[in-house]
């Protein structure tokens, strides 16, 4: 009777953890749709072709996720996947530097030439432009420092996603703003710019007066790269 009794405890124990270790295993979604193209190495223009824009926003290409696309030349814009949430925070200028820079722009696909001017008079050292000019992230060599528009549209159209990992905080852009105060003698005011993705607005993350007395505060910074 006892020996009866253990074989059907021991039976009850085996098929309940097996059970149990059913329910645990992960349930893996097939991929569909544009994330299947990608994976199976469709090309942009094909995967244009068969999809509207909207679908690829937030899509993992090329080492990030898109947030800009232009159709009609098949290339685009993603932003570093920050997985782990850890955007590094830094300082848009480098120790003791602050000058205005001329040739910074806002515009969408100006912000590879924008991080050059900024990283070209100052070299090595610990600023944001430095970070991302010098980042390699997914195999990739070639990210760089957002402006303006690239980050406003990053904040747009992938700023709310989970996975994309965003602080509700300041993120700096690598434009540049400047600010007439006085027209004899010329004087401006010169303040460098990014975006709160909490609110969306515009703020200023470092600032500087005509005789050159600088603030700045750490910001967020996430790289962005182009896709061809």
Same mark, same amino acid.
């Given at each position: 009777?006892?020996?009866?009794?253990?074989?059907?405890?021991?039976?009850?124990?085996?098929?309940?953890?097996?059970?149990?270790?059913?329910?645990?295993?992960?349930?893996?979604?097939?991929? !569909?749709?544009?994330?299947?193209?990608? +994976?199976?190495?469709?090309?942009?223009?094909?995967?244009?072709?068969?999809?509207?824009?909207? $679908?690829?926003?937030?899509?993992?290409?090329?080492?990030?996720?898109?947030?800009?696309?232009?159709?009609?030349?098949?290339? &685009?814009?993603?932003?570093?996947?920050?997985?782990?949430?850890?955007?590094? !925070?830094?300082?848009?200028? &480098?120790?003791?530097?602050?000058?205005?820079?001329? &040739?910074?722009?806002?515009?969408?696909?100006?912000?590879?030439?924008?991080?050059?001017?900024?990283?070209?008079?100052?070299?090595? &050292?610990?600023?944001?432009?430095?970070?991302? $000019?010098?980042?390699?992230?997914?195999?990739?060599?070639?990210?760089?420092?957002?402006?303006?528009?690239?980050?406003?549209?990053?904040?747009?159209?992938?700023?709310?996603?989970?996975?994309?990992?965003?602080?509700? $905080?300041?993120?700096?852009?690598?434009?540049? $703003? +400047?600010?007439?105060?006085?027209?004899?003698?010329?004087?401006?005011?010169?303040?460098?710019?990014?975006?709160?993705?909490?609110?969306?607005?515009?703020?200023?993350?470092?600032?500087?007066?005509?005789?050159?007395?600088?603030?700045?505060?750490?910001?967020?910074?996430?790289?962005?790269?182009?896709?061809?």
């Amino acid at each position: 009777m006892n020996n009866i009794l253990f074989i059907s405890l021991a039976t009850f124990i085996f098929f309940s953890c097996s059970k149990e270790e059913k329910r645990l295993e992960p349930i893996s979604t097939p991929l !569909t749709g544009v994330e299947l193209a990608i +994976s199976n190495g469709v090309s942009m223009e094909s995967i244009l072709a068969d999809y509207p824009v909207t $679908d690829l926003y937030g899509k993992n290409y090329q080492g990030g996720l898109i947030f800009y696309v232009d159709s009609v030349n098949a290339t &685009g814009l993603v932003a570093m996947y920050d997985l782990n949430n850890d955007d590094d !925070t830094t300082y848009w200028w &480098g120790y003791n530097y602050g000058y205005p820079i001329n &040739g910074l722009d806002n515009s969408i696909m100006s912000g590879q030439n924008n991080t050059n001017l900024i990283v070209y008079p100052q070299g090595v &050292g610990d600023y944001a432009a430095y970070y991302c $000019d010098t980042l390699n992230h997914k195999g990739y060599s070639d990210w760089f420092m957002p402006s303006l528009g690239e980050l406003a549209e990053m904040q747009r159209k992938i700023g709310n996603l989970s996975i994309a990992n965003f602080h509700l $905080d300041a993120y700096m852009s690598s434009t540049q $703003d +400047s600010l007439l105060i006085n027209t004899s003698p010329v004087q401006y005011e010169y303040k460098e710019i990014g975006v709160h993705f909490g609110t969306g607005d515009a703020i200023t993350i470092a600032q500087h007066n005509y005789q050159n007395f600088l603030f700045q505060m750490k910001g967020f910074v996430r790289p962005v790269r182009q896709f061809n």
